[in-house]
């Protein structure tokens, strides 16, 4: 079974049935990080040791049958979004080192849930374009052809759920920055409403 394709949905069944474990689960698209995110780019930060500390709280949530819709599940964060403890840079060199000593509200709920956070994607810096290229540090490539733009300002986020890097991530979208780069990228993305 190849964990990396794995739905979010089919994921937890399985998580919740005991067949596979989330550390089991987190490795598998941490070793898709290690392989091929040196071409795609997805992720500014991706902390291992920390996933995986995640997902082994996760499985023993899972063996006490407290788990909820995200435990053990490994997701990414777009990295505009505040998360205690790991770098914040929102792709620009003016945060470049900047470590929140606070969670943004979906951070608190997806570690509330015990989700694994796997890492925080590229954007266009400050959340201003709509290509991935405007990121200080690097461009982050359509994962279906690397020739090609995966749409932005989620393009990290988009591009690491096209790659199967991780079984979801979040986004954010004023203007087009989930749907643009779901679009570009063959995945689904939703805006909710207010």
Request: charged share 20%.
């Amino acid at each position: 079974m190849n964990l990396h394709t794995l739905t979010i949905a089919q994921a937890k069944d399985l998580l919740d049935k005991k067949e596979i474990s989330s550390v089991e689960l987190t490795r598998a698209f941490l070793d898709r990080i290690d392989k091929y995110d040196n071409t795609i780019s997805a992720f500014i930060t991706v902390d291992p040791d920390l996933a995986l500390e995640q997902a082994q709280q996760a499985d023993r949530i899972i063996a006490k049958g407290e788990n909820q819709a995200f435990t053990g599940i490994p997701v990414a964060l777009k990295d505009v979004l505040c998360t205690k403890g790991v770098k914040t840079t929102c792709a620009s060199k003016i945060l470049e080192n900047f470590v929140p000593q606070y969670d943004a509200t979906v951070v608190e709920k997806f570690k509330a849930q015990d989700a694994v956070l796997i890492g925080k994607a590229n954007m266009d810096e400050f959340a201003m374009g709509s290509s991935t290229e405007n990121s200080a540090f690097f461009v982050t490539r359509n994962p279906w052809n690397t020739d090609y733009v995966p749409g932005g300002s989620s393009g990290g986020s988009a591009a690491a759920v096209a790659a199967r890097f991780c079984s979801g991530a979040v986004g954010t979208d004023t203007g087009g920055s989930i749907r643009q780069p779901a679009s570009h990228c063959g995945v689904v993305g939703l805006k909710p409403t207010y």
